[in-house]
């Protein structure tokens, strides 16, 4: 049963601060590592991706860094803002299906 | 362009009544997944279905749930005989061949 394991579970960062997710997974036979944010009430929206051939990707003030041997992957959001308080989820789409981890809720004090 | 389309948004049923969530993919999207979420929880698989075909399972409650991915239409989440249980927001989510997801709005339903 492949797994995708996220930490922490909530963090509260300072405006201007930045926010770091991790994310690590078992599954080898992998196209691709997305992060998905989710306000409430709302659907998950793909946010970034990153491919495992590449170590690093960067989407404005959001980060993808890849470790390959360590099976991790990590979202970094630079210069946090109150608008970026939400749900994160990285998924492993490895497999048939795609399993997502449990979700890291980010609260970014004004 | 439109988006992933689940309707209902809301659903209300009573316990023992059958739920009907509906999924409408992206265009050119042949894969659908749909995910159960309880409040304050995470995404929790429940199928992965491609045009006629259910490709995994492995999530859906083996009783009073299924679903299906007709050739025509869009793709259908049944719940029978609802319990309290069930309340939760589903999501609808669709790809093509690379996998990457959207997904839509959700529904969620509320077992009264």
């Not at chain 1, 599954?27 to 992060?35: K, L, V």
Request: proline residues 5%; aromatic residues 12%; glycine residues 8%.
């Amino acid at each position: 049963q492949q797994q995708v394991k996220q930490s922490p579970q909530s963090l509260i960062v300072q405006k201007g601060g930045i926010s770091i997710i991790n994310c690590a997974y078992e599954n080898t036979a992998f196209d691709y590592f997305p992060w998905y944010q989710q306000f409430p009430g709302k659907g998950p929206a793909l946010l970034i991706a990153i491919r495992p051939d590449v170590s690093e990707k960067k989407e404005g003030r959001f980060t993808i860094s890849f470790n390959k041997s360590a099976k991790q992957f990590s979202l970094h959001i630079m210069d946090s803002q109150p608008g970026d308080s939400a749900t994160y989820f990285c998924a492993d789409t490895g497999g048939f299906k795609t399993i997502f981890g449990a979700g890291t809720r980010l609260f970014v004090k004004a | 362009n439109a988006g992933v389309m689940q309707n209902p948004r809301h659903l209300v049923r009573r316990r023992g009544q059958e739920a009907r969530l509906r999924c409408s993919p992206m265009k050119g999207h042949s894969h659908v997944y749909w995910y159960r979420q309880l409040p304050e929880e995470g995404l929790k698989f429940m199928v992965y279905l491609q045009k006629e075909n259910i490709i995994d399972e492995s999530g859906m409650p083996k009783e009073r749930f299924s679903a299906e991915f007709p050739k025509e239409g869009p793709s259908i989440l049944r719940i029978q005989q609802v319990v309290r249980g069930d309340s939760a927001a589903y999501f609808c989510a669709s790809s093509s061949a690379n996998r990457k997801a959207f997904f839509g709005q959700g529904t969620r339903l509320t077992v009264v």
